[in-house]
């Protein structure tokens, strides 16, 4: 298994919903776009590429949710000839979390739904409470990004 965690609560909850919803590609991000976990992605810059996106999408998916229903959406799904993507907001303890899964037609909408809520109910058992007077970027964020992803790929 491709999997790796910058925290280690993260892995059991991630590891468990990849077996059980059978995705290719899963990641556990905070919504600016740090990575908290990943699993199938055998390059960094493609964890980075897929985080940045999904921050993005969530962004605005959000404020589109707003303009249409008056709520933010709370999921999105993707249904391309080959491949799904299935975007969902994970509450943790004081804030929310988002989780990027890619899953093929052998598994199905309604059993990542299925495991998305089992993954939500582990996140909000293990999950520390999310920080939120610390600055979205620290000063010596580039350095500690690649400290991050050389730990995370197996280069420390």
């Known amino acids: ?85 299935f975007l969902a907001e994970v509450p943790a303890p004081g804030g929310r979390l988002l989780l990027l899964a890619v899953f093929d037609w052998e598994s199905s909408l309604g059993l990542l739904q299925l495991y998305h809520e089992e993954f939500r109910a582990r996140v909000g058992e293990m999950a520390p409470p999310i920080a939120h007077n610390a600055p979205a970027i620290a000063a010596d964020f580039e350095k500690e990004l690649n400290k991050n992803l050389a730990v995370m790929f197996g280069r420390a």
């Open 1 to 85: 298994m491709r999997m790796s965690v910058a925290a280690s609560w993260v892995e059991a909850p991630l590891k468990q919903f990849v077996d059980d919803a059978r995705v290719h590609y899963a990641v556990l991000l905070h919504p600016s776009g740090q990575v908290l976990g990943q699993y199938g992605f055998a390059r960094s810059v493609d964890v980075m590429t897929a985080c940045a996106l999904a921050a993005a999408i969530d962004a605005s998916s959000r404020a589109l949710g707003m303009l249409v229903e008056g709520k933010a959406f709370p999921s999105l799904h993707y249904a391309g000839r080959e491949r799904q993507i």
